[in-house]
């Protein structure tokens, strides 16, 4: 029987996975591997990885989520789309960071979904996930839809989350519309320790 790999250190692979690719996460691969071992998706991943030159996946990622709006990993997009509500939405994010003791050490926004990711590892973020669950359950169907390798980091993902995942993007838009579960009150977070993440690319 495979080892169970808990969800943690699915959500922190994925973060890097889910990053600009480049020599230092190819230099990773091989820790990255036994983190996940028994973690099918996350483990299909690096295989590509292993099987595409740096180049080539640097081409496909910029490709895939530059380029395609439907592939975006920015996660308040899917709830707020280019509004001026989508600020409020970020404020309150880097906000909630720093109630748990993380200060972003990069120049991405608060809502790129690797900074949530290690957020959510490091400091005990499910409950931020599963309100974002409509945004990466609609990424999870559009990469899908494209049939590129990305899906399987975000499949990973999804599976970690409570309840079944929608089946197809209609279902996924209803979960949307519904809006984010109520909020959890009086849950602590966890300060363990401060993102550092530098500059992606």
Known sequence: M??????PVVWQAASLLLGYPDEELYGRRAMLREAVAGEERL??????MDAVPLDDLAAHY???????????????????????R???????????YRA??????TRELPDFLPVVLEFAALHGG???????????????????DRGTPY???VQAVCATLPGPSPRD??????????????EHVGLEPFALEPITRGATR
């Open 151 to 153: 899906a399987l980091p």
């Open 169 to 182: 993007r209609a279902e996924a838009l209803r979960l949307a519309a519904a809006g984010p579960p109520a």
């Open 62 to 84: 910029v490709e895939t989520f530059d380029l395609r709006r439907r592939c975006c990993l920015y996660l308040t997009y899917y709830r707020d789309g280019d509004t001026r």
């Open 43 to 48: 483990t299909a991943f690096l295989d590509h």
């Open 126 to 144: 499910a409950d931020l996930l599963t309100e974002h669950r409509a945004g990466l359950e609609l990424l999870r169907l559009a990469l899908e």
């Open 86 to 96: 989508r600020g409020g939405s970020l404020a309150a994010l880097k906000g909630r």
């Open 100 to 105: 748990a003791g993380a200060e972003l050490g």
């Open 2 to 7: 495979s080892p169970v790999v808990m969800s």
